[in-house]
């Protein structure tokens, strides 16, 4: 899917010229772009209609483009513009200029517990938000949880997010298998909020310990793993009581007892975390600035 010279054109006027390649689906891409209009840096999501799936295009998709524009928190990537042209859609938004947490652990191994706590406290902020306001993301994983200029986690890709009310239940499986909660794993109809809170245990195991929590790679073994609870923690490894015990807290197996958003903020080890969520848009400018260096 490489940008035709109308496209370009039509991007143009509307003040965006493309760049390099970010990632790419099958049906979706993500280019760098410049703007003209905040004269910065920006991250465009192309969409390509004809090549997606019906479902897509009449269920995930416009309730990803309705949740992108309500949706405004520092943790969360800023959507600035949506342009429809030629069958694609155009997704303009903030660029995050450090990459996402998976690359950023592999490249750095597991995180200080200090830095950990930050990181996950940045990720609870924005899953309250997000909660408070009944969206379920979905799709939680390293891979969508991104790192601007002084790593402040951008969650994105709202490709599976949804609206919920309390009582409702899903039977579709979204996201990742080495994210899914048992329940989601087994094909029982789940509760919403409660997939997004397992899927944030085993982020926080792979920030404090570089490694998967369990062995995805037969998904039968892994649910009789995940049910038995078998959480291993390297004994290399020195990790505080506090957050061993968010982990366990997060990976509960019975959804009646697993924490909701909630309550995870008044655990010690999100209490306990030095952060200031004001810095995030300080960092939002920071990062214009450079780009505007760059060009
Ligand atoms: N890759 C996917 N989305 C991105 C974004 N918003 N910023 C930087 N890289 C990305």
Same mark, same amino acid.
């Given at each position: 899917m490489s940008s035709s010279g109308d496209e370009v054109a039509e991007l143009k006027k509307s003040g965006y010229a493309l760049g390099a390649l970010l990632g790419e689906g099958s049906y979706a891409k993500v280019k760098s772009a410049y703007s003209s209009k905040i004269n910065a840096r920006v991250a465009v999501k192309i969409i390509n209609k004809k090549k997606a799936p019906k479902d897509f295009r009449e269920k995930f998709l416009p309730r990803e483009l309705d949740i992108i524009q309500v949706v405004d928190h520092p943790n969360v990537v800023k959507l600035y513009e949506i342009i429809e042209f030629n069958g694609k859609v155009f997704i303009m938004m903030e660029y995050a &200029?450090? &990459?996402d947490l998976l690359e950023y652990i592999k490249l750095? &191994?597991?995180?200080q517990e200090d830095r950990a706590q930050v990181m996950f406290t940045q990720i609870v902020n924005a899953m309250t938000y997000l909660h408070e306001r009944k969206?379920?993301?979905?799709?939680?994983k390293c891979e969508n949880l991104l790192l601007d200029c002084m790593n402040n986690i951008k969650i994105s890709d709202f490709g599976f997010a949804r609206c919920f009310e309390p009582s409702d239940v899903s039977k579709t499986f979204c996201g990742s298998a080495a994210y899914a909660a048992p329940e989601v794993l087994q094909g029982i109809p789940y509760h919403l909020p409660s997939h997004d809170v397992w899927s944030m245990g085993i982020i926080l195991y792979i920030m404090v310990?570089?490694?998967?929590?369990?062995?995805?790679?037969n998904i039968k073994k892994m649910v009789s793993q995940q049910l038995e609870k078998r959480i291993g923690f390297s004994k290399g490894k020195k990790l505080s009581v506090n957050v061993k015990d968010l982990i366990y807290k997060l990976l509960e197996v019975n959804v009646k007892k697993r924490p909701n958003v909630f309550a995870i903020k008044d655990h010690p080890f999100i209490l306990s975390a030095q952060t200031d969520n004001s810095e995030c848009d300080k960092n939002q400018q920071a990062i214009n600035g450079s780009d505007r260096q760059e060009g």
């Open positions: &200029g450090h &990459g750095r &191994g597991a995180l969206i379920v993301h979905r799709d939680m310990c570089a490694s998967m929590p369990y062995d995805d790679s």
